[in-house]
């Protein structure tokens, strides 16, 4: 359901390199290395679990930070101090980082009758899967098991992208998607969809363990 801009053909055709990831990533590390770390600006919510997330996805969303699609201005920042190749490796070096998770193909809890219709209305799973952790495209994240205010932070920023400079998100699919919910809405599916397993996780940097 949090889908984002696809990166340019030419950076599609960069091939990532983990090992030259993991030399790099030392901006990543100090706040998606650190369990329960928590963003203050503009709005408090856990940061996102990236390690194991879709590696064409943690692509194009560094892209859309440096296009400026997405307005997080600490990851603008970073995005903007990052190559096509680096963007490849450290999406690499994320997507095999940390332990490997099976998930069910089917979610062992199911969803209230509530949050079954706005799934249904919202039509998630015909993008992010059954079990929301195989999305029909790579360039999609894998939801299930993310932190449940991240999850509703980020679809409030599809809901309203010209909210502010600092937050906001611009995507067209999804932007049609989230308009058609209310907060509390959006706030009930993504606390379903983050309490499901899935395969996200932190990984705690050596030096922080």
Known sequence: MVACATASVAAEDVKGNAAAGAQINAMCVGCHSIVGYQS???EVYKVPMISGQNDAYIAAALHAYKKGDRKFPTMRGIAA???DQNIADLAAFYAADGQKRDVPEQPAKAPNDDVKLLLQKGACVSCHGENFS??????YPKLAGQHPDYLYV????YKNPKEGPYSGRSNGVMAGVAAQFSNAELKSLANYI????????VV???RFR
């Open 194 to 201: 983050g309490s499901l397993d899935g395969q996200v996780q």
């Open 134 to 139: 195989k999305p029909i495209d790579p360039s």
């Open 40 to 42: 203050s600006f503009p």
């Open 204 to 206: 705690p940097e050596s």
């Open 81 to 83: 101090s990052l190559t």
């Open 154 to 157: 980020s679809l409030k920023a």
